[in-house]
């Protein structure tokens, strides 16, 4: 099965159950960024309300959203990657004969493999390294900003495992 891009793709649910729960995460990491992303709304209309009805801004909402940002994005990428809806530019590799083609999607698979990996890896170490230090006016761990990166380090690899997997299995047929 291909994607739109003609790239080997999925349909919910085939594969089994690893392929559903994957699609699963992939969908609530959709939905929290959603609401991360109303919130975010929200909370800057509060700041406008603030600043210029009730003449006293509330000065969180500028770490608020700082935080807020991080998650809707490195959960967006994380869905991009398993959806294949990331930016990528692959009109060379796309020109290319049958078999270079499959080659570079394999070598460009073991790359966000271990990208991935080093994401979650350092991301991490910054969690465990700024447990004590607190955001300003959020009074928050400083580790809620690495989080993002620890987690999606870790999808970016399942993700894209998986689809490595099922590559590799239709270059054996």
Known sequence: M?????????????GGTVERFLDAASEFCLRVAGV???ILIVIFGWL???????????????Q???????????LGAAVGIRRNTH???DF?????????????????DVALIVFGAFMAWQGWHLVATNLN???????????????PLVICGVLMVLFVSTGLYRRLRALGR
């Open 36 to 38: 991360l992303l109303v």
């Open 87 to 89: 930016l990528s530019i």
């Open 92 to 108: 060379v590799r796309e020109a290319m004969p049958r078999l270079p083609r499959r080659v570079l999607e394999v070598i460009s």
């Open 133 to 147: 230090r607190k955001i300003p006016l959020l009074g928050l761990s400083e580790s809620w900003r690495a989080a």
């Open 64 to 74: 608020a959203a700082l935080l807020i940002v991080a998650y809707v994005t490195f």
């Open 48 to 62: 406008v309300y603030g600043r210029y009805i009730l003449n006293n801004t509330p000065t969180w909402v500028e």
């Open 2 to 14: 291909q994607d739109d891009q003609g790239q080997p793709g999925h349909a919910a649910g085939e």
